[in-house]
């Protein structure tokens, strides 16, 4: 923490005076200390010092975040929600992101609310990787946690600042976990048992999936995807065994977004197996097009032109561009133009 060399003084009564006395005495420090503490907490203000090694755009931002996620899990669990400092708006855009991304992780691992300035921050409208080289792209994409990714930002954790939030609590401690976590929990286990993962993600009132490999062995991205009907009969399955309609998913996801039980928000939900949350749309219709199987009229097909729509993209070109940011042309299939195109003109 910084020295203190700057003064405030503040008028009380004798009477306010003496009972700041009793009251820091009993707490074992001075007046002015008694004071500030309760004012200004020391761990606000330690992480406000931290935040603030981010304001430079140059320096490298991997040891504060560091710092900062270490930090943050030492805080108790009411401070999480409501005694994290908003960074300061002097702060670069993207490390802004990353900041609301640790602390919304932190409350996602307790189980608690993250504070609500965490939805105020914009989203960067461009997506930022960690390592911008085209053929490594696709490998962030797959690997970054949910509470980077849906904020448009992309790396390798074990490359970077990022907490351990695989098998984050899904809810307060000591409480019953809602329903909607409770299936899409059951789902990630169905899923880690056929050697799949996947990603739900909510846009709008609609809900798409994805299906991935569970542990691809190389970066190709041809070694990144499984088709979403293996995803959609890990759903079925989950809807027998639990007694639930094969429509159960919808409403889990939209539920496991919202304010849930308590009040707690949840942002994104990250399992083993299983990632929900609400992605940057151009993200969700790069994903879609390089999984996009040989054969025509297929899931991901529908799932596409849904988002060509729903992003008003009206012409080839200007979808390409948007996929472009993520995945680059030869990482695509060879003839994506061309069904881009048929999907727009129907």
Same mark, same amino acid.
């Given at each position: /923490?910084?020295?203190r060399?700057?003064q405030?003084?503040?008028?009380?009564?004798?009477?306010?005076?003496?009972?700041?006395?009793?009251?820091?005495?009993?707490a074992?420090? *001075?007046i002015?200390?008694?004071?500030?503490?309760?004012?200004?907490?020391?761990?606000?203000l330690?992480?406000?010092?931290?935040?603030?090694?981010?304001?430079?755009p140059?320096v490298d931002?991997r040891?504060?975040?560091?710092?900062?996620? %270490?930090?943050?899990?030492?805080?108790p669990?009411?401070t999480? *929600?409501d005694?994290v400092p908003?960074?300061?708006?002097?702060?670069?855009?993207?490390?802004?992101?990353?900041?609301?991304a640790l602390v919304?992780s932190?409350a996602?691992?307790? $189980?608690?609310?993250p504070?609500?300035?965490?939805?105020?921050?914009?989203?960067?409208?461009?997506?930022?990787? $960690?390592?911008?080289?085209?053929?490594?792209?696709p490998?962030? /994409?797959?690997v970054t946690?949910?509470? +980077?990714?849906r904020r448009?930002?992309f +790396?390798?954790?074990?490359?970077g600042?990022a907490?351990?939030?695989?098998g984050?609590?899904t *809810?307060?401690?000591?409480?019953?976990?809602?329903?909607e976590?409770?299936?899409?929990?059951?789902l990630?286990?169905?899923?880690?048992?056929?050697?799949?993962?996947?990603?739900?993600?909510?846009l709008?009132?609609?809900?798409? !999936?994805?299906?991935?490999?569970?542990?691809?062995?190389t970066?190709?991205?041809?070694?990144? +995807?499984?088709?979403?009907?293996r995803v959609l009969?890990?759903?079925?399955?989950v809807?027998?065994?639990?007694?639930?309609?094969?429509?159960?998913?919808?409403?889990?996801?939209?539920?496991?977004l919202?304010?849930?039980? $308590? $009040?707690?928000?949840r942002?994104?939900?990250?399992?083993?197996?299983?990632?929900v949350?609400?992605p940057?749309?151009?993200y %969700?219709?790069a /994903?879609?097009?390089?999984?996009?199987p040989?054969? *025509?009229?297929?899931?991901e097909?529908?799932?596409?032109r849904?988002?060509?729509r729903?992003m008003? %993209?009206t012409?080839?070109?200007?979808?390409?561009?948007?996929?472009?940011?993520?995945?680059?042309?030869?990482?695509?299939?060879?003839?994506l133009? !061309?069904?881009?195109?048929?999907l %727009?003109?129907?």
């Open positions: /923490m910084s020295a060399t700057a405030l003084q503040i008028r009380v009564t004798p009477d306010e005076k003496a009972a700041l006395r009793r009251l820091a005495r009993a074992g420090e *001075t002015s200390g008694y004071v500030l503490n309760r004012v200004l907490p020391s761990s606000e330690e992480l406000a010092r931290l935040m603030g090694a981010l304001v430079d140059t931002f040891k504060p975040l560091s710092d900062l996620a %270490l930090a943050l899990h030492e805080l669990d009411d999480v *929600t005694g908003m960074p300061d708006a002097e702060i670069p855009l993207t490390h802004r992101n990353r900041i609301a919304e932190e996602g691992r307790r $189980g608690v609310e504070p609500v300035w965490t939805r105020e921050i914009p989203l960067p409208e461009r997506p930022v990787f $960690g390592w911008p080289l085209a053929s490594l792209k490998h962030q /994409m797959r946690p949910a509470a +980077f990714k448009n930002i +790396f390798d954790p074990e490359a600042p907490p351990d939030i695989v984050a609590a *809810t307060a401690q000591g409480s019953e976990p809602p329903k976590v409770r299936l899409l929990a059951r990630d286990q169905e899923l880690a048992a056929r050697g799949l993962a996947a990603e739900l993600y909510l709008g009132g609609a809900v798409l !999936a994805q299906g991935l490999a569970a542990d691809p062995k970066a190709r991205i041809s070694a990144l +995807f499984r088709p979403t009907d009969g890990a759903v079925r399955a809807a027998e065994a639990e007694g639930e309609p094969e429509t159960w998913l919808h409403d889990a996801v939209r539920r496991a919202g304010r849930g039980p $308590g $009040g707690v928000v942002p994104f939900l990250e399992l083993r197996a299983l990632r949350f609400e940057p749309p151009a %969700l219709l /994903m879609k097009c390089a999984a996009m040989p054969s *025509t009229g297929t899931s097909e529908d799932d596409v849904f988002l060509l729903a008003n %993209l012409s080839t070109d200007a979808a390409l561009r948007e996929i472009g940011r993520y995945v680059s042309e030869r990482h695509l299939p060879t003839d133009g !061309a069904r881009l195109g048929r %727009l003109s129907h």
